[in-house]
């Protein structure tokens, strides 16, 4: 949920099942393009990975990172490679697809692809909305894949 107020952001971190609402206060405007592979992620299949990682690692760490969360949306700039997704490992897992199309566009386009929620759309952010349109251009004529550009309210 974000919607544009007087003098700054709003956004919020949403918890457990949708009850836990924590508002915040966005520092700027983020530009990003999304990418639509042809290609899905059954979200099911996706927390079932996640739960089977977090079991079989050394990684006591079984909860959302609410703090880091809060601490990225207050940052006055956010870099491209600063997002990060719990769930992307256990996407690409399911949907080993989604990992190759991840870095082919990295290495292609030269700045960080991330995966949104549990799959399968893809994002990066840009500079700004001019960036964003030609991205977003590079990426339907040169790969056919659908995108979009847009930016936060």
């Known amino acids: 949920m974000v919607h544009a107020m007087q003098d700054h952001l709003d956004a919020a971190i949403v918890s457990g099942l949708g009850e836990g609402v924590t ?32 079991t079989n690692s050394q990684n006591p760490q079984k909860q959302v990172q609410a703090q880091r969360v809060q601490d990225l949306a207050l ?20 949907q080993p697809e989604l990992a190759n199309l991840q870095k082919k566009l990295t290495e292609a386009l030269k700045i960080p692809i991330h995966i949104t929620g ?4 893809l994002y990066a952010l840009v500079t700004d909305k001019q960036n964003a349109q030609v991205t977003a251009k590079r990426i339907r004529e040169q790969y056919g894949l659908k995108s979009v550009a847009t930016q936060t309210l």
Do not use: W
């Open 23 to 54: 508002p915040l206060k966005l520092q700027q405007v983020v530009h990003l393009v999304l990418i639509f592979p042809p290609f899905g992620c059954p979200t099911g299949a996706v927390y079932g990975a996640f739960d089977r990682l977090l």
């Open 118 to 121: 549990s799959g399968s759309t």
């Open 75 to 94: 940052q006055s700039v956010i870099q491209p490679c600063d997002p990060f997704n719990d769930l992307a490992m256990p996407a690409c897992e399911v």
